[in-house]
Structure formats: C-alpha cells, structure tokens
C-alpha cells in the first residue's frame, strides 16, 4: 500500500451528507479527512490546524469557495496548498474560473471519491518533488 503523507484533508462543502461520504470515502482509501459545512467554520478550523490539502466547494452559503481560494493563495503559509474546487457547476465553466483563481484542479459534482483521492495523490506528489528539487 503506498504511502500518503501525514496530516488532513480539509473537505469543505455546505451539503453536509456529501461532506460526511467523501470524509468517509477518502478515509477508507487511506486519507485522513475532516469536513465542515461553511466557509466561516473553513476558516476557523484553518486558524487551528493546517491541511495537507482541501477540497472546496465554491457555492457556499456565507462565503464563496472562491473568497477563500484568494485568502488562501494570498497568504505565505497556504499559497502553495494543494486546492481541488468541487462545484455543481458544468465543466465548461467550472474549470477555467476555478483555474485561473488559483485551483489545482476541479471537478464537477457528482466527483467520486476515487476521482478525488486519485487527484490529491497526483497533486501531493508533485508538491513533495518541488520541495526535494
């Protein structure tokens, strides 16, 4: 079995049963994960612990996925964070807003959490090659 790096997967996402499968999901494919259901509480739980990596949703109730992509990137401590946005918005124009605010990569819902966890070793994987290189 391979081997994950240390630490958590913060899984954002206002539908509180979707967040509740994909924490389970990426549990039972070897990740540790948490998920909240706001992008304030996103914030908060950021203020305590520090993720591996995040799977955000944009369209939140009280603050956008979006919001909190620029706050991230925007601060030293989590510019480089792996970010995978996941949103009920198509494809088409999901993934180039998603992109070009500063995503890793996006998915469209309903993502798998095979889909997910396959992208967040990809992404983790790369970051641990630019660190050693």
Do not use: N
């Not at 305590?48 to 992509?69: H, Q």
């Not at 991230?72 to 999901?94: C, F, H, N, Q, Y």
């Not at 500063?102 to 994987?125: H, W």
Request: glycine share 8%; hydrophobic share 45%.
């Amino acid at each position: 079995m391979e081997t994950l790096p240390k630490g958590k997967v913060l899984v954002v996402d206002d539908d509180q049963d979707l967040t509740k499968l994909l924490v389970m999901m990426l549990g039972g494919v070897g990740f540790q994960a948490e998920g909240v259901y706001t992008g304030q509480a996103a914030l908060e739980w950021l203020k305590r612990e520090r993720p591996i990596a995040i799977i955000l949703d944009i369209m939140m109730p009280d603050i956008s996925g979006f919001t909190i992509l620029q706050q991230l990137r925007s601060d030293d401590s989590t510019a480089e964070l792996p970010i995978v946005m996941l949103s009920s918005k198509p494809e088409s124009t999901g993934r180039p807003a998603s992109l070009a605010a500063g995503a890793d990569a996006y998915f469209a819902k309903p993502a798998t959490a095979r889909q997910l966890a396959d992208e967040l070793k990809s992404l983790l994987a790369k970051r641990a090659t630019r660190k050693l290189g």
